[in-house]
């Protein structure tokens, strides 16, 4: 098996100011992962945790830090588009554990 994620990813959070997405992302602050940024839409110019700068979209975030992996917590009806701005940003690997997508 392949080893994807390294301690040289940059990693940006989709939806990291959800329940979701905000817990995970407390627990890859804990365990020591790099995350660089987050995405919320109108939620632009913020920090998660005082930390990580919060973009309003994934293609600000990735221009910004140079993000290289994404880590996909939003809603089923929305999942499909964030894996979408994934790709249409060329993110080698975007990772997307959402139940339900339609």
Same mark, same amino acid.
């Given at each position: 098996? $392949?080893?994807?994620?390294?301690?040289?990813?940059?990693? %940006?959070? @989709?939806? #990291?100011?959800? $329940?979701?997405? $905000?817990?995970? $992302?407390? @627990?890859? !602050?804990?365990?020591?992962?790099?995350?660089?940024?987050? %995405?919320? =839409? &109108?939620? &632009?110019?913020?920090?998660?945790?005082?930390k990580v700068p919060v973009f309003d979209t994934l293609a @600000?975030?990735v221009r910004e830090t140079r993000a290289n992996a994404s880590v996909i917590f939003v809603p089923p009806p929305f999942? &499909?588009?964030? #894996?979408?701005?994934?790709?249409?940003?060329? !993110? =080698?690997?975007?990772?997307? #554990?959402?139940?339900?997508? =339609?």
């Amino acid at each position: 098996m $392949s080893i994807l994620v390294n301690r040289n990813t940059r990693l %940006v959070c @989709q939806g #990291i100011t959800g $329940s979701a997405g $905000s817990f995970h $992302s407390r @627990q890859m !602050l804990a365990y020591g992962t790099n995350l660089v940024a987050g %995405v919320t =839409p &109108g939620k &632009g110019g913020t920090k998660f945790e005082e930390k990580v700068p919060v973009f309003d979209t994934l293609a @600000q975030a990735v221009r910004e830090t140079r993000a290289n992996a994404s880590v996909i917590f939003v809603p089923p009806p929305f999942a &499909g588009d964030a #894996i979408l701005e994934a790709v249409a940003v060329g !993110l =080698p690997l975007a990772v997307c #554990i959402t139940e339900g997508i =339609p």
